[in-house]
């Protein structure tokens, strides 16, 4: 049975950071594509940063491009969101998933499975 955990979200000021892990189980997971989504209240969930084990390659939204770095430990079959100069519409919940064959990764449908989400809240 896959399970994707997360751990790391809580409350932080304007301009700091947090760093949201994710801990996968239940598979190889060496072929998949990992990636961090979020959901603001009352917003469609929304594309945050993949990363593609295979060949290293990451992508990011527009918004968060620059300020946070997805990486992962393949040791591990962990992946890491760090965010930085986090702003207040950062705030959301924020949903491990992963990805078996690559498809679009910028809709959530096409990712197979996904976490139970840790809540971010930046304050202004």
């Known amino acids: 049975q896959v399970q994707l955990r997360e751990s790391g979200g809580g409350l932080v000021q304007a301009g700091g950071s947090l760093r949201l892990s994710c801990a996968a189980s239940?598979?190889?997971?060496?072929?998949?594509?990992m990636g961090w989504f979020r959901q603001a209240p009352g917003k469609e969930r929304a594309f945050v940063a993949a990363?593609?084990?295979?060949?290293?390659?990451?992508y990011y939204a527009n918004s968060v491009k620059d300020r946070f770095t997805i990486s992962g430990d393949s040791a591990k079959s962990t992946v890491h969101l760090q965010m930085n100069s986090l702003i207040p519409e950062d705030t959301a919940v924020y949903y491990c998933t992963a990805m078996q064959r690559r498809a679009n990764l910028f809709d959530s449908r096409w990712w197979d499975y996904w976490g139970q989400g840790t809540q971010v809240t930046v304050s202004s």
């Open positions: 990363f593609s084990w295979s060949g290293a390659t990451t």
């Open positions: 239940g598979r190889t997971f060496s072929n998949y594509v």
